[in-house]
């Protein structure tokens, strides 16, 4: 099993950037696809960006500008920048596991297997 914990979040104002990070420990699965999603209050769980194999980066297309996904294999850890943050950014984030992306599985949280606990991102204007 593959455990993963964020970190990173907090609150920020309008225009300013964060940089989430993931941790990932267990048993790792091969070249897993690595998610980020994020829940809003009262909205539901949306996918903003996923990586495979390092190199395979795949956006929502409303943070495509703004959101860059990358990972540290040799650290075991999954990143997302986030610049020029907006309000409606504010949300719970979360990352997470899946066997494998493709253009047609990364964006579906129901192919994630693993996920983490989350970290708050709050962003006032």
């Known amino acids: 099993q593959m455990q993963l914990m964020e970190s990173g979040g907090g609150s920020v104002q309008a225009g300013g950037s964060l940089k989430l990070a993931c941790a990932v420990s267990g048993i790792l699965a091969s070249n897993p696809c690595m998610g980020w999603f994020r829940q809003a209050p009262g909205k539901e769980r949306e996918v903003v960006a996923a990586i495979w194999r390092s190199v395979t980066t795949y956006y929502n297309d409303s943070v495509a500008d703004r959101f860059i996904v990358s990972q540290d294999n040799s650290k075991k850890m999954l990143y997302l920048q986030i610049a020029s943050l907006k309000p409606e950014d504010t949300a719970m984030y979360y990352c997470?596991?899946?066997?494998?992306?493709?253009?047609?599985?990364?964006?579906?949280?129901?192919?994630?297997?693993?996920w983490g606990q989350g970290t708050q991102v709050t962003v006032s204007s």
């Open positions: 997470a596991a899946g066997r494998y992306c493709s253009n047609e599985r990364w964006a579906r949280a129901n192919e994630y297997t693993y």
